[in-house]
């Protein structure tokens, strides 16, 4: 549950409550490919099934098409699957640089 800088935080906002509150980004958004990156994935989403507010989480990734990173212990590869499997079709989005566009 990384911090989303693009909205304000509230007080008791379920964000402040995550396990992985105040832990280093890098953990839950790995760069690159290979076992590296895997190996990060796998260490963030243990965090996050230790997490209080996991369900929040992945709700909130998956709600709002985070393209990146381990929210809720869903990698973003699973959002997608989850999204594809719910019938959202998902284009590329040239200008945010992703594929989690949704289309109508």
Known sequence: MPRD?????????????GAC???NDDTF??????????RKVRHAKVICFSCPVQPE???????????????GGVSEKERRAILRRRGVRLVEDPDAGDDMAATA
């Open 57 to 71: 989480c992945g709700q909130w990734a998956i709600d709002n098409r985070e393209p990146f990173g381990v929210w």
């Open 29 to 38: 958004f790995p760069r690159g490919g290979g076992p590296t990156a895997e």
């Open 5 to 17: 800088t693009r909205e304000t935080q509230r007080p008791d906002d379920w964000r402040d409550q």
């Open 21 to 23: 509150a105040g832990l």
